[in-house]
């Protein structure tokens, strides 16, 4: 006899165990869309020009403050891809490039107001994109 015990799976267990996966998988969903929204709104005081995080003319805080700005709607843009591409996995279909240029010029949209920040996001948004369609093809 053989010391690991096998375990008996009856169809009542695989199915309780799919249904907590599918249920963490929509947890999964709920939370990425919730860490998108909320650096959406902060993206929208940040870029919108209602907050200010450096008042300062140093070269160093508005360099700070370019790269927070940019780094909170690179955020938004990953957070919003995989809320959305887990939703689409778990409705059986894949994530279609229309969603993806539709966050992407949404991105774009919150860094209009300063050229710098436009810039970088564009160039952000560019690799990052470029890195999830090698990523894809593997």
């Known amino acids: 006899m053989s010391k690991i015990k096998k375990e008996n799976l009856k169809s009542g267990t695989v199915s309780r165990k799919q ?10 969903v709920v939370l990425s869309a919730v860490i998108g929204g909320i650096l959406l709104i902060s993206s929208i005081f940040l870029n919108g020009g209602y907050l200010s995080l450096v008042i300062s003319e140093n070269i160093l805080f508005q360099t700070l403050d370019i790269t927070i700005r940019v780094l909170v709607i690179l955020f938004f843009f990953i957070f919003m891809t995989i809320s959305i591409g887990n939703y689409k996995e778990l409705t059986g279909k894949p994530l279609d490039f229309k969603f993806i240029i539709l966050i992407f010029f949404f991105s774009l949209i919150q860094s209009f107001r300063d050229s710098l920040v436009f810039s970088f996001t564009l160039v952000g948004l560019l690799l990052i994109i470029v890195y999830l369609f090698f990523v894809q093809e593997n």
């Open 19 to 28: 249904k907590l996966v599918e249920k963490s998988a929509y947890r999964s």
